[in-house]
């Protein structure tokens, strides 16, 4: 079985240019998260789908960033535009939520985001 | 807001050794902690997962001890291998498992 597929692997993009990302879950999971993991920390969520529902995006900085997940499959993160902090790791995951079955989380491999 | 404080940011063991983590909690709503394991260039992968109605789980090498009283739980690598050099997250939720907290890491090298 596949697992969360991501891409671009590699960004790199100068300040003020707009960037997106893209992720492909594992098939049949319904629940897809965006995280950003800074250098030397753990991953901080920044928006979370149930289906194509953005059920929580309380830590999405919504002045330059944006999500959809069309069709409650594959999803696209973008800034528009990037600033020199944007500089991150962007983990995308999946899982599968309902009642009765446990609730793991499966990353993707992440986009390295260099911001110049 | 910090909510789950992890320690050692790192820590050196011989082949063969315990490699021991702490994790710390504030939030009493928490009542999932999973431990990832994350390699370079890698996303994390789940190592293992505790609920709170169990004071330890066992898989492997790799033990969660869990203290509810106190909030706090950690990871027992047993047996330490140099295939286990990584960058190891604990983690908590609510209930329902699907908003993760992550504490900020123990970069963990294993010396053969």
């Known amino acids: 079985e596949a697992g969360v597929v991501q891409s671009p692997r590699y960004k790199i993009i100068e300040k003020k240019q707009p960037v997106a990302f893209w992720c492909n879950p594992i098939?049949?999971?319904?629940?897809l998260y965006w995280y950003r993991q800074n250098l030397g920390q753990g991953p901080e969520l920044l928006i979370r789908?149930?289906?194509?529902?953005?059920?929580?995006d309380s830590q999405l900085p919504k002045d330059r960033f944006s999500a959809e997940r069309l069709k409650g499959v594959d999803s696209t993160l973008k800034i528009q535009p990037a600033e020199l902090g944007d500089s991150a790791v962007y983990l995308c995951?999946?899982?599968?939520?309902?009642?009765?079955?446990?609730?793991?989380?499966?990353f993707g491999p992440g986009t390295r985001l260099t911001v110049t | 807001q910090q909510q789950v404080k992890q320690s050692p940011q790192s820590l050196i063991v011989q082949k063969g050794g315990i490699s021991i983590i702490n994790c710390a909690y504030e939030?009493?709503?928490?009542?999932?902690f999973p431990w990832y394991q994350q390699f370079p260039g890698k996303g994390p992968a789940l190592l293992i997962a505790?609920?709170?109605?169990?004071s330890e789980k066992k898989e492997g090498r790799f033990t969660i001890s869990f203290n509810k009283s106190a909030k706090q739980f950690s990871l027992h690598i047993m047996d330490s291998q140099p295939g286990d050099s990584a960058t190891y997250f604990c983690a908590a939720s609510g209930a329902a498992g699907n908003k993760l907290t992550f504490g900020g890491g123990t970069r963990v090298l294993v010396k053969p």
């Open positions: 098939s049949g999971h319904n629940t």
């Open positions: 505790i609920r709170p109605d169990v």
């Open positions: 789908y149930e289906n194509e529902e953005a059920v929580d």
């Open positions: 939030n009493t709503a928490f009542d999932y």
């Open positions: 995951a999946s899982s599968l939520y309902g009642t009765g079955v446990t609730y793991e989380q499966y």
